[in-house]
């Protein structure tokens, strides 16, 4: 497994992570065990796991802090994430989230609280979760990221936007006015704006990247047919039907990039994304054995080639020919 950097700094992780969010939880429907998972993960050359203290309330932070217990501190990297009262209500509009707290207080007592159900010392990442505008123009709250800096409870201070696609103002200006490390998106073969515009804010400013959905919620994992339906608390169940109708009719087109034996489709959708400059990490959400083997083996896969990726983008400027399609 790859180690890259994350931009012009010293953190350094492999180029597959692992996308914690969904250990414990339904919302990705059932996973194996989580210990196991991230047991196999270590072996497997993954050394960034991403969580949040919002998942779960604290839950998924406690399960990866277990899972990580007997780990070589230094060979691994914490990112984990903060900014909602996780004991509010969550709010009727604005995607079900619960409000947040941008002071300097939360802040520090957010992390203090992470470390403890994290069982370390420090998080090599700590990252914004779903800022808005008045999060990122706050000079009190990044002044006490720096002073947590300082203390070493953290190495390096980024953004991670949501809770859809988009927040392209909010992204482009913790570039241009903060030292954040990365910005954490939804970027992938079928959803590359404003990912496109945030690797090139990261070439100007030093910063980095991170993907998260990099399979598109699963359609570029192959394994979707016009009968698949989502039950229960699965997320994908509020997805509008035309989403996958029109993602099969995409990856139909994408096929071209599968090589018998050597690159599924997942993984030709996680050697696109490695393919950007500026690019530190894609973090997949794994929830079972086989997705881990496979995702982490997009590290051994074949990379794609000049006229792989030329292709991809004549057909994501097309918007793979369904907007004609639909008008003509």
């Known amino acids: ?38 047991g196999r993960a270590l072996e497997l050359g993954i050394t960034f796991f991403d969580t949040g203290d919002a998942y779960g309330q604290g839950a998924n932070e406690e399960i990866v802090g277990r899972a990580l217990r007997r780990a070589d501190r230094g060979s691994v990297q914490i990112s984990t994430k903060f900014g909602y009262v996780l004991d509010s209500e969550r709010q009727q509009h604005s995607e079900g989230e619960r409000p947040s707290d941008w002071s300097p207080q939360h802040a520090r007592a957010a992390l ?24 990122i123009e ?10 947590l800096r300082d203390e070493g409870k953290l190495r390096h201070y980024g953004v991670a936007l949501g809770p859809a696609i988009g927040w392209r103002e909010e992204g482009l200006r913790a570039f241009e006015a903060r030292d954040v490390t990365s910005l954490q998106t939804v970027y992938n073969l079928l959803e590359q704006e404003p990912g496109k515009d945030f690797l090139a804010a990261a070439e100007r400013h030093g910063g980095a990247v991170m993907a998260r959905v990099p399979t598109s919620s699963g359609l570029l994992e192959d394994k ?24 099969l009719k995409k990856i139909d087109q994408l096929r071209f990039l599968v090589l018998d034996g050597e690159r599924t489709m997942a993984q030709a959708a996680l050697r696109f994304i490695l393919a950007q400059p500026r690019m530190a990490c894609v973090i997949p959400t ?3 054995m086989a997705e881990l083997e496979e995702f982490a083996g997009a590290g ?3 990379e794609l080639t000049a006229d792989d990726l030329a292709r991809i983008d004549e057909l994501y400027r097309s918007g793979f020919g369904l907007a004609a399609a639909a008008t003509g």
């Open 112 to 135: 203090e609280a992470s470390l403890r159900r994290l069982a370390t010392d420090h998080v090599d990442l700590y990252q914004l979760h779903n800022p808005r505008m008045d999060a």
């Open 224 to 247: 979707y047919t016009l009968d698949t339906t989502f039950s229960g608390s699965d997320h994908r169940r509020h997805r509008p039907r035309e989403w996958l109708v029109d993602g």
């Open 138 to 147: 706050r000079d009190d709250l990044f002044a006490e990221l720096e002073a």
């Open 286 to 288: 794994i929830t079972s």
């Open 300 to 302: 051994d896969a074949p």
């Open 1 to 38: 497994m790859r180690q890259r950097s994350f931009g012009d700094t010293d953190l350094h992780a492999s180029e597959i992570a692992f996308g914690t969010w969904a250990l414990g939880s339904d919302w990705w429907g059932r996973t194996d065990d989580p210990d196991r998972l991230i």
